[in-house]
T-cell receptor
Framework: DAGVIQSPRHEVTEMGQEVTLRCKPI?????LFWYRQTMMRGLELLIY????????DSGMPEDRFSAKMPNASFSTLKIQPSEPRDSAVYFC???????????FGSGTRLTVV | GENVEQHPSTLSVQEGDSAVIKCTYS??????FPWYKQELGKRPQLIID?????GEKKDQRIAVTLNKTAKHFSLHITETQPEDSAVYFC????????????FGTGTRLQVTL
């Protein structure tokens, strides 16, 4: 099992540009989560999906953030336009059922300059 | 929603000593409490978890205790080793209503020789 796969691993972009982060969950996992990690705020849940359906997006900071899960094997997190305060590590995680057995991807380190 | 507080934020112990990290949660309906370890530059990984129907769980040198009345739970690491140095996160979830985990802010554990 390849685990949760995220791409890219690192992203450096200029303020105002669109950024798209990608995630492939573990096959058979029904839940997918996007978290943002910063020194100041720790691990913050942005949004999660059950069976490809968005369940809770209350953590999405602004309308500049959007997420999709078009099928069971792929999800994207998009920031448009990006701002320097969006700089963080973004983790995707998946689980077979609910909160049990969360597996995190390796993360995407985003730097907005 | 759930709020998880974690203390201390940093902890330094000598090799061979014990380390204790404490967390409190706000939602009395929470019933699942995992702990994650994150080494520098790596993804968080599950190390142990406990459900609300038990008060303690052990796995070799690590143990977790849960006090539902007081709404707090703790991670205990005995005979610490340098490879235990990492950031540890506690989390809580109400599995009856949501799939998501709410994380504490993390404890940076440093094991010195």
């Amino acid at each position: 099992d390849a685990g949760v796969i995220q791409s890219p691993r690192h992203e450096v972009t200029e303020m105002g540009q669109e950024v798209t982060l990608r995630c492939k969950p573990i096959s058979g996992h029904n839940s997918l989560f996007w978290y943002r990690q910063t020194m100041m705020r720790g691990l913050e849940l942005l949004i999660y999906f059950n069976n490809n359906v968005p369940i809770d997006d209350s953590g999405m900071p602004e309308d500049r953030f959007s997420a999709k899960m078009p099928n069971a094997s792929f999800s994207t997190l998009k920031i448009q336009p990006s701002e320097p305060r969006d700089s963080a590590v973004y983790f995707c995680a998946s689980s077979p059922v609910g909160p049990y057995g969360y597996t995190f991807g390796s993360g995407t380190r985003l730097t907005v300059v | 929603g759930e709020n998880v507080e974690q203390h201390p934020s940093t902890l330094s112990v000598q090799e061979g000593d014990s380390a204790v990290i404490k967390c409190t949660y706000s939602d009395s309906a929470s019933n699942y409490f995992p702990w994650y370890k994150q080494e520098l530059g790596k993804r968080p990984q599950l190390i142990i978890d406990i459900r609300s129907n038990v008060g303690e769980k052990k796995d070799q040198r690590i143990a977790v205790t849960l006090n539902k009345t007081a709404k707090h739970f703790s991670l205990h690491i005995t005979e610490t080793q340098p490879e235990d140095s990492a950031v540890y996160f506690c989390a809580a979830s109400n599995t009856g209503t949501a799939s998501k985990l709410t994380f504490g802010t993390g404890t940076r554990l440093q094991v010195t020789l």
